[in-house]
């Protein structure tokens, strides 16, 4: 049924690694007691997000108040996911103040604000602002450089970006359609390389659009929240690489999970950076873009999350593991297509059990 003031949405979207999860975390922490419903998508078989934010402690972050949509992309499975799940938020009684979705680091955001059109929910959700959560760093780096000089450096480097490179045009058509742009993890850079950053960042977004920083995703709820764009009634005003095609596939990129065994004492002595250190160099020989995952210390009842981007891997406890889990390592990996998901396999393993030597 039609609602008289329609539930406003924020769409969070950001490429792998951006600190996504982070920023909504923070939003949890600091909500100051709205009733915010969380739909969390991921892309692979097995969803870690949710884990931890069900796990962080925080009100409003239980298992009943997060829905995770895992093994698709929320852009192209509206229909048979998105939408039902939004109609049994909106049909709770009483209805969350406001839903934030955290879309998977591969969506395209323009679909899915789209959806916000379709009959079912039209009249009784709205899209208050898309954020695009930016990896400051990154950007840095010139890992989405709109300079072809840039680009063809960088694939001279890897022969795996020796192709259309399909994260740039998943970057970009994040920032597009954002209506406020957070450039996350400025604390890894000096106040000049920031500078550059977000005027880099702000050319490349869409006129006017506002672009902040932060570190480890703190941002205060009333820059994110209340912006009252009414995304879905504005599409025309965010471009995207794939506004002439019916549908998009994410065949560029392959997940997959990875059983991991115990980490041996010698190791886990060391603390949770050394596991995460000598996990890094075989996910950087391999060229993976994302890692997050759990592994087991015997002895230990809490599970070692760990998180990464690129060659950034760290690693931190979080919670005792349930019964039902069986204290089972594994790590989802993601990476362009074609990576050797056995050697990636493999070599994770063997780095846990020698200790990265």
């Known amino acids: 049924m039609p609602l008289a003031n329609p539930i406003p949405t924020t769409v969070v979207t950001g490429f792998l690694g951006a600190g996504k999860t982070t920023l909504i975390r923070h939003l949890m922490e600091t909500a100051g007691g709205r009733r915010i419903a969380l739909i969390i998508n991921e892309f692979g078989d097995v969803g870690m997000d949710r884990d931890i934010l069900s796990a962080c402690g925080v009100a409003g972050c ?28 909106l049909d709770r009684d009483p209805p969350p103040d406001h839903i934030v979705i955290e ?38 780096a010139g890992l989405f450089a709109d300079d072809p000089e ?17 994260l740039e045009e998943v970057f970009t058509d994040q920032l597009l359609c954002a209506d406020l742009v957070i450039v996350n993890k400025t604390d890894l ?59 998009h596939d994410h065949d560029d990129f392959n997940s997959i999970v990875a059983a991991m ?66 204290r089972a390592g594994r790590l989802v990996v993601i990476g362009l297509n074609g990576f050797d998901a056995d050697a990636v396999t493999a070599g994770l393993a063997a780095s846990l059990r020698s200790g990265g030597g």
């Open 103 to 140: 879309t998977s680091g591969l969506a395209l955001p323009k679909p899915l604000v789209r959806a916000f059109t379709w009959p079912e929910v039209r009249s009784r959700v709205t899209v208050d602002g898309v954020l695009a959560v930016i990896d400051a760093p990154a950007v840095r």
């Open 150 to 166: 840039a680009v063809r450096a960088l694939r001279a480097a890897d022969a795996a970006l020796d192709h259309d490179n399909p």
């Open 62 to 89: 239980g298992e009943d108040d997060i829905v995770e949509l895992a093994n698709g992309c929320l852009c192209c499975t509206v229909a048979d996911e998105f939408l039902p799940t939004m109609e049994a938020l």
């Open 261 to 326: 065994p115990p980490v041996p004492a010698s190791l886990a002595g060391a603390g949770p950076q050394a596991v995460a250190d000598a996990l890094a160099p075989v996910l950087a020989a391999h060229g993976a873009l994302r890692v997050k995952g759990a592994l087991d210390v015997p002895g230990k009842p809490m599970r070692l999350v760990v998180q990464g981007v690129g060659p950034r891997v760290q690693a931190y406890y979080d919670r005792p593991w349930r019964a039902a889990e069986g």
């Open 189 to 247: 850079l000096d106040d000049a390389e920031r500078a550059t950053v977000e005027d880099q960042v702000r050319a490349a977004a869409r006129p006017g659009v506002a672009v902040v920083g932060a570190s480890h995703g703190r941002i205060d709820p009333a820059i994110m929240l209340g912006l009252g764009m009414a995304a879905e009634s504005d599409l025309e005003s965010r471009p995207s690489h794939h506004d002439s095609a019916s549908d």
